[in-house]
Structures are given as C-alpha cells and as structure tokens.
C-alpha cells in the first residue's frame, strides 16, 4: 500500500521559515506517477482547508492566506512534494496534512494499479507571537 509520509513541522516564531516534505512511498511495488499533490491544514477547533496544490507538470496553485509567503514544489523523480513556509504568523499554526489526488504504480505482482486519495498523517506547525 502506498504511503505518503509528511516531515518538517514544528515550533517558530512569529516571522520565521520552516520547509515541510511529503514522501510517498510504497513497501512492496514501484511508485509509477503521482498525479496532482496538495498541502492542506487544520487549525484547532476548525476544519480542514486547502493550502496549496502542484500539478505533475507543475502548475501550482494557492490559497489567498498563503499567497507569496508559502511555496509548493516537487520532485517527480523522488516521489516528494514540498511546501517552504516563509513569513509564518499565529494564524498558521495548524496540522499541515500532504494529499495525493491519484497515484498509479506497480504492485508486487506487476500489475498496473491506480488509486485515489492519498492522506498523510499531518505534521504540526505551532507558530508563536
């Protein structure tokens, strides 16, 4: 079964940078193609919400509360997707949670599978004023 692994979060300041990752990964097959991969985030006490999105040929789209502080990319070849954090403030501090639209790879019989709707288990950014 697939896996997508998020990594990177943790406690800043008001101001300050951090640079979450998401890592897919799969125990027993060949990851083939990740089709779009997301950034999403809850902040306590409300639901989750879209942070940004970068397509497998790279378009990328944001959020207004993010837009020119926050950067998604990803690299294809390593199954990985990133978010750079810049310029945090309180009303950041959320679980940033990675979500993979639709992922195709080879299972440990070679057959060519896709699935839909991939989640990681989120990671916490606490930002302090």
């Known amino acids: 079964q697939v896996q997508l692994v998020e990594s990177g979060g943790g406690l800043v300041q008001a101001g300050g940078s951090l640079r979450l990752s998401c890592a897919a990964s799969l125990a027993s097959g060949t990851i083939n ?3 779009d991969m ?25 959020t207004d509360a993010v837009q020119g502080r926050f950067t998604i990319s ?21 679980v940033y949670y990675c979500n993979a639209d639709q992922i195709t790879y080879y299972n440990s019989r070679g057959t060519l599978t896709t699935r839909t ?6 990671t916490q950014v606490t930002v302090s004023s």
Do not use: C, H, M
């Open 33 to 35: 193609s990740i089709n």
């Open 74 to 94: 990803r690299d294809n070849a390593k199954k990985t997707a990133f978010l750079q954090l810049n310029n945090l403030t309180p009303e950041d501090t959320a």
């Open 38 to 62: 997301s950034w999403y985030r809850q902040p306590p006490g409300k639901q989750r919400e879209f942070v940004a999105r970068a397509a497998r040929g790279g378009t990328t789209t944001y």
């Open 117 to 122: 709707n991939y989640w990681g288990q989120g």
